[in-house]
């Protein structure tokens, strides 16, 4: 009787436990013929042509980790029989996972990729600021073309700057990094696909991020200008600006955003020492810089006012 009962229980435990698995998806759900018969209507010409993707490393076959050596078109598609098989008013039905489109929710289609993709400068996409956003792999990736804008430094700021308008009018002002000439991109500074600091940077903090170029500011110094060590951008706009060098304002007023008191006059100076009014040192050329010619730091045993 007892063996009876266990039995029973153990049988009861197996069909709650099947029942409440999630389905797994049989080969027959797979269309066949993939991908020559996708190519059949997205081929290079046509509707959603998409052959490009055979000169993509996604379309090689050969590489044992390509889409195109599992299920090729499906694997990131999903098993889509039904797409050869049935119509919805008249038009073949969709992919399981479709993109750039509202019939799949935007964090699946990201999955679809993440598969894959989650790792290295990846692992911090969960949580980041484009996660929340709700952009999705392909708003910047374009799968399916070769060569992808996004990932060559002649096309990339366009692909950004698609959202980041306001970025794109900082890059043509007087004084920018140079974006425009293809010099830089804008993945030099972020990570697009998250960070675990503050927007999206590649490294642990601003100063980090900016001394991967102009290391000659790092220090340390016997002398140190104290908001050069704490952000860069107290003083400069790294996204460019009409006064050189990308200074958020210009001299002397951006130096007595601090300096009010002592050793100069503490009121702030105005355009009446500018020519034909007058010829104060303070407002010429490099006006500040003119004398603390070392801003960022100085070595020199009396360079404590940063003059030497």
């Known amino acids: ?28 759900n797979y269309a066949p013929g993939d991908p020559q018969v996708c190519l ?10 998409a052959a490009g993707i055979l000169n993509t490393p996604h ?30 008013n008249g038009k073949p039905a969709k992919p399981t ?70 970025k794109r009018a900082q890059m043509h002002k007087t004084s920018a990094h140079p974006l425009v000439d293809n010099l830089m991109t804008c993945t030099s500074c972020h990570n697009p696909h998250g960070s675990a600091t503050e927007s999206l940077l590649v490294k642990g903090s601003v100063n980090e991020t900016c001394f991967q170029c102009h290391a000659e500011k790092r220090g340390p110094f016997l002398w140190e200008h104290p908001p050069v060590q704490e952000n860069c951008s107290n003083c400069h706009q790294p996204h460019g600006s009409v006064h050189t060098p990308m200074l958020t304002s210009r001299g ?33 050329s490099k006006d500040c810089l003119n004398c603390h010619v070392q801003v960022h730091g100085s070595n020199h045993p009396s360079g404590v006012r940063l003059t030497r």
């Open 252 to 284: 002397p007023w951006l130096c007595q955003q601090c300096h009010m008191a002592g050793f100069h006059p503490s009121t702030a100076y105005s355009g009446s020492g500018v020519p034909p009014n007058g010829a104060a040192q303070q407002m010429l």
């Open 59 to 88: 379309g090689k076959k050969g590489h044992p980790d390509s889409p195109m050596n599992k299920h090729g078109c499906q694997s990131c598609h999903g098993p889509s029989a039904q797409h050869l098989s049935q119509y919805v």
């Open 97 to 166: 996972v479709t993109f750039n489109g509202d019939t799949t929710p935007v964090d699946a289609q990201n999955q679809s990729c993440l598969g894959c993709h989650e790792n290295n400068a990846r692992s911090h996409w969960d949580g980041s600021q484009h996660q929340f956003a709700g952009v999705s792999c392909t708003n910047c990736h374009q799968v399916h073309k070769s060569p992808d804008p996004v990932l060559f430094k002649e096309t990339q700021k366009e692909v950004c700057f698609n959202c980041h308008q306001d």
């Open 1 to 28: 009787m007892l063996k009876q009962w266990l039995s029973l229980l153990l049988l009861t435990f197996i069909t709650s436990a099947l029942l409440a698995a999630p389905p797994v998806q049989s080969p027959a």
């Open 40 to 49: 059949g209507c997205h081929g290079a010409t046509g509707m959603k042509p």
